[in-house]
């Protein structure tokens, strides 16, 4: 299917690995030229670049913590410079610290807070003056199912995207009349390189009865959806959280 994303530039946060990994190639794969951004995976994001720019599109990668308003500024203005004017933004950057919530301190939440939400509202802050004043544009901010229905360990992150839902429905109300549409995927557990290998395996068979499909995810279940939200087939949809987990969020 052509999702008619050719020649549109896209910024993928968190895109040096994992999910942000498969979001970038596929809108490589659409024709989106792409902005890569990494925080400290620089070598992997160039690699992820190098790829998609085997498929006739664009791509370079750009480092900065999504926390700093002002470096988050700079990485828009080089992308612009080098790529062209930002039409579609993927807030998929993350961050979430495993434990119980009164083990945790002050110093766990901030960057749980600060790249899960923080991090959406900076880029967003940043990128949406220039979709106004194009009056186009698409937004995809990625987020943990945690933030629907909650889960042990992940009290603050689950908040801060529970956060991120909240703010994708207002931003979508204030910004509609301009043409710009904003949506939220929410995932389940999808198997990466974030997650622990002796963990997951040692806990498989228990989690896997909290998802209806009996199995976890993959990156490539959830780029197709991110692609599809990027382009004009989904013209009518904006404010929406969906839920690609299996099931997660309707288990019970």
């Given at each position: 299917?052509d999702l008619k994303?050719?020649?549109?530039?896209?910024?993928?946060t968190?895109a040096a690995?994992?999910?942000?990994?498969e979001?970038?190639?596929?809108?490589?794969?659409?024709?989106?030229h792409?902005?890569v951004?990494?925080?400290?995976?620089?070598?992997?994001?160039?690699t992820v670049?190098?790829?998609?720019?085997?498929?006739?599109?664009?791509a370079?990668a750009?480092?900065?913590?999504?926390?700093?308003?002002?470096?988050?500024?700079?990485?828009?203005a080089?992308?612009?410079?080098?790529l062209g004017?930002?039409s579609?933004l993927?807030?998929n950057a993350?961050?979430?610290?495993?434990?119980?919530?009164?083990e945790?301190?002050?110093?766990?939440?901030a960057?749980?807070?600060?790249?899960?939400l923080?991090g959406?509202?900076?880029?967003?802050?940043?990128?949406l003056?220039?979709?106004?004043?194009?009056?186009?544009?698409?937004?995809?901010?990625?987020?943990g199912?945690?933030?629907r229905?909650?889960?042990?360990?992940?009290a603050?992150?689950g908040?801060?995207?529970?956060?991120?839902?909240?703010f994708?429905?207002?931003i979508a109300k204030?910004?509609g009349?301009s043409?710009?549409?904003?949506?939220?995927?929410?995932?389940?557990?999808?198997?990466t390189?974030?997650?622990d290998?002796a963990?997951?395996?040692?806990?498989r068979?228990?989690?896997?009865?909290?998802y209806p499909?009996?199995?976890?995810?993959?990156?490539?279940?959830v780029?197709?959806?991110?692609?599809f939200?990027?382009?004009?087939?989904?013209g009518?949809?904006?404010?929406q959280?969906?839920?690609?987990s299996?099931?997660?969020?309707?288990?019970?």
């Amino acid at each position: 299917m052509d999702l008619k994303l050719k020649d549109q530039v896209a910024l993928v946060t968190g895109a040096a690995k994992g999910v942000g990994r498969e979001i970038a190639l596929a809108l490589a794969r659409e024709g989106a030229h792409v902005a890569v951004h990494y925080h400290r995976s620089e070598a992997e994001a160039a690699t992820v670049a190098t790829e998609a720019s085997g498929m006739e599109v664009r791509a370079a990668a750009y480092g900065c913590d999504v926390m700093d308003y002002a470096a988050v500024q700079t990485m828009v203005a080089k992308v612009r410079d080098d790529l062209g004017d930002i039409s579609v933004l993927v807030n998929n950057a993350g961050y979430g610290k495993d434990q119980l919530f009164i083990e945790s301190t002050p110093q766990d939440w901030a960057p749980q807070i600060g790249v899960c939400l923080g991090g959406v509202i900076n880029c967003t802050h940043v990128i949406l003056p220039g979709m106004v004043a194009r009056r186009r544009g698409c937004i995809i901010n990625i987020a943990g199912d945690s933030g629907r229905v909650g889960q042990v360990r992940l009290a603050v992150a689950g908040a801060a995207r529970a956060g991120t839902m909240g703010f994708t429905k207002s931003i979508a109300k204030e910004y509609g009349r301009s043409n710009i549409r904003v949506n939220c995927v929410a995932l389940g557990i999808v198997e990466t390189e974030h997650i622990d290998p002796a963990f997951l395996e040692a806990h498989r068979e228990k989690i896997l009865r909290l998802y209806p499909l009996r199995r976890l995810g993959q990156p490539t279940d959830v780029a197709p959806l991110v692609a599809f939200l990027a382009s004009d087939l989904a013209g009518w949809i904006t404010g929406q959280t969906i839920s690609v987990s299996g099931g997660y969020s309707t288990a019970g």
